[in-house]
């Protein structure tokens, strides 16, 4: 297992931005594929964005596509999600994950570590 300390998370207005953070340590990530995942009060956790061990992007398509942009530094054992245009239903818990295997999977059994999480506010 790697451990993932997520940051960036905090409060903002609708159309507003926020760029979330996942720090890897523990072992290197860099061919692995991580993810970005969301749960709501009272909501499952469900998948934002993935990005495979190759750097290749995919995202939950009706939700967040155009609007949010994942993105992964090897070098720093690091992976982002750059969110703009946010709008109050994007308030959520956002969770950063890692798995052994180099492609994205969208289902959350499939990761194997987690970070503690990160709050996500959007509100006028």
């Known amino acids: 297992q790697v451990h993932l300390v997520e940051s960036g998370g905090g409060s903002v207005h609708p159309g507003g931005s926020l760029r979330l953070s996942c720090t890897a340590s523990?072992?290197?990530?860099?061919?692995?594929?991580m993810g970005w995942f969301r749960q709501a009060p009272g909501k499952e956790r469900m998948f934002v964005a993935g990005?495979?061990?190759?750097?290749?992007?995919?995202y939950a398509t009706d939700t967040v596509k155009g609007r949010f942009t994942i993105s992964r530094d090897n070098a720093k054992n690091t992976m982002y999600l750059q969110m703009n245009s946010l709008k109050p239903e994007d308030t959520a818990v956002y969770y950063c994950a890692a798995r052994s295997a180099s492609y994205v999977s969208r289902y959350a059994f499939a990761y194997d570590s987690w970070g503690q999480g990160t709050w996500v506010t959007v509100s006028s």
């Open positions: 523990g072992r290197t990530v860099g061919n692995s594929a």
């Open positions: 990005i495979s061990g190759h750097g290749d992007p995919e």
